[in-house]
Nanobody, 123 residues
Framework: QVQLIESGGGLVAPGNSLRLSCVGSGGTLGSVAMGWFRQAPGKERALVANIPWHGAGPWYADAVKGRSIITVDSDNGATYLQMNNLRPDVTAMYFC????????????????WGRGVQVTVSA
């Protein structure tokens, strides 16, 4: 089973940017869809963005639309989430996920989960 490993989180001031990375290790991801979820304290895990393996037609939750960009590097089994103009309300643990299709991602039918990376936006 492929392990997804996230990186790039941290503590940043409002208005700054972060780029989250997710790389698969221990095997080949294959032609899968990738997604990013986040979970804030006391809240359910929610889908933030997803993208098919070929990179066309990414989808974003309204909460991040216009301030985030998801990309995929299928050759290297990686996905990235660029988050700009960060606000405190995006503070959460961010999880990378892989599934056969974007529909599976949206239905939370996830094949592989990462362990998560913390993003904290605070002055």
């Amino acid at each position: 089973q492929v392990q997804l490993i996230e990186s790039g989180g941290g503590l940043v001031a409002p208005g700054n940017s972060l780029r989250l990375s997710c790389v698969g290790s221990g095997g080949t991801l294959g032609s899968v869809a990738m997604g990013w979820f986040r979970q804030a304290p006391g809240k359910e895990r929610a889908l933030v963005a997803n993208i098919p393996w070929h990179g066309a037609g990414p989808w974003y939750a309204d909460a991040v639309k216009g301030r985030s960009i998801i990309t995929v590097d299928s050759d290297n089994g990686a996905t990235y989430l660029q988050m700009n103009n960060l606000r405190p309300d995006v503070t959460a643990m961010y999880f990378c996920a892989a599934a056969p299709t974007v529909a599976d991602i949206r239905n939370s039918e996830i094949r592989d989960w990462g362990r998560g990376v913390q993003v904290t936006v605070s002055a």
